[in-house]
């Protein structure tokens, strides 16, 4: 069975850091870029970043972009979210997701993605 557990959410202040995990089973890690998307209450999910299979290409959303490091260790099938600087607007459930071999820049909309997480809930206080 495919399965994408995130964790590493939490409570933090503004300014603090966060490092998400999503650990993947059940698919050839190597062959699926991974993304990150958020949702806030009320709100559509959003797209937060993107790496493609073999790590080599990142791609963010302008409001995490320099705050926000996507990487991933394929020998642990396991993809991180390295959040720095954060704000209360980054307040949402943070998801990660998978797609075959999408390219960077083409798999922004979660319709695009085959597998998905169940999130974790990241709590930005002011």
């Known amino acids: 069975q495919v399965q994408l557990v995130e964790s590493g959410g939490g409570l933090v202040q503004a300014g603090g850091s966060l490092r998400l995990s999503c650990a993947a089973s059940?698919?050839?890690?190597?062959?699926?870029?991974m993304g990150w998307f958020r949702q806030a209450p009320g709100k559509e999910r959003d797209f937060v970043a993107t790496?493609?299979?073999?790590?080599?290409?990142?791609f963010y959303s302008d409001s995490v972009k320099g705050r926000f490091t996507c990487s991933r260790d394929n020998a642990k099938n396991t993809v991180y979210l390295q959040m720095n600087s954060l704000k209360p607007e980054d307040t949402a459930v943070y998801y990660c997701?998978?797609?075959?071999?999408?390219?960077?820049?083409?798999?922004?909309?979660?319709?695009?993605?085959?597998?998905w997480g169940q999130g974790t809930q990241v709590t930005v206080s002011s």
């Open positions: 997701a998978a797609v075959f071999r999408g390219r960077v820049g083409a798999n922004t909309s979660p319709d695009k993605y085959d597998y």
């Open positions: 059940g698919l050839t890690f190597g062959s699926y870029t």
């Open positions: 790496i493609t299979w073999s790590g080599g290409s990142t």
